[in-house]
């Protein structure tokens, strides 16, 4: 119990007056009351200046404060010079469990050129349930934009694109890809289920229609970071 809490159970015993009946006239929840009384709530100035006037007795004291901050000093000085716990973990060993623990959480998702060989950089994103962004994530990573080929879609060099792992082509998407003995970024829309138009927009549209069998899905974007 903290001085300030043992204080307001002093005076509110002292006038006869239950916790219920003090929480009624502060306007606030009697377990509130409680947690005071427990010191395991802090009040602020204004809910100290509101029970001294309705119990009459100044919490402010000077002499009090200074106590509790002695005690507070005194704590300080204890831990500090008391010895290790038997088999207590090193600040070291206490590091690598909370990164550990926000690596659960947090992923370095690796920037990857067109041939997914070379790491250029990392992104950490949040991980929830295993997946990123909605997406597997052990399958999501991100590829850095190496031409202006699609700029008319405002993804221009340089740009870092979130992508994730496919093995099919979904349509009307934008798609790192392998056709005719190149890898690109290209917007791709099925005609049928044999044939597909790829799309490219440099400023002037481009059109190729490919069989669906000689394109190499690599990943799809789906979400683009600008460099300004």
């Not at 998702?109 to 991980?127: A, E, F, G, I």
């Not at 790829?198 to 400023?203: D, E, K, L, M, Y």
Request: charge should be positive; hydrophobic fraction near 40%; aromatic fraction near 4%.
């Amino acid at each position: 119990m903290s001085r300030v809490g043992e204080r307001v159970k002093a005076a509110r015993s002292s006038s006869n007056m239950s916790q219920k009946q003090l929480a009624k006239k502060l306007g606030v929840a009697e377990s509130f009351i409680a947690d005071v009384e427990l010191g395991r709530k802090i009040m602020n100035e204004g809910m100290i200046n509101r029970i001294s006037k309705v119990l009459n007795v100044d919490l402010n004291d000077v002499n009090m404060l200074a106590t509790d901050e002695d005690l507070k000093r005194e704590n300080e000085v204890k831990r500090a010079s008391a010895p290790p716990l038997k088999g207590s973990k090193s600040q070291e060993e206490t590091k690598d469990i909370w990164n550990q623990a926000f690596g659960s959480v947090l992923k370095n998702v690796p920037v990857y050129d067109y041939s997914l060989n070379v790491v250029k950089s990392t992104r950490q994103l949040p991980v929830h349930s295993n997946k990123i962004e909605g997406h597997s994530a052990d399958k999501v990573f991100y590829i850095e934009i190496e031409d202006e080929d699609m700029i008319g879609y405002r993804i221009a060099k340089g740009d870092i694109a979130l992508a994730y792992s496919i093995k099919e082509l979904e349509n009307n998407s934008i798609c790192l890809m392998d056709y005719n003995d190149k890898r690109a970024v290209r917007q791709v829309k099925k005609l049928d289920n044999t044939k597909v138009l790829i799309i490219s927009n440099s400023g002037t549209v481009k059109t190729e229609t490919a069989a669906i069998k000689d394109i190499k899905p690599i990943a799809k974007l789906v979400k683009l970071e600008i460099v300004l």
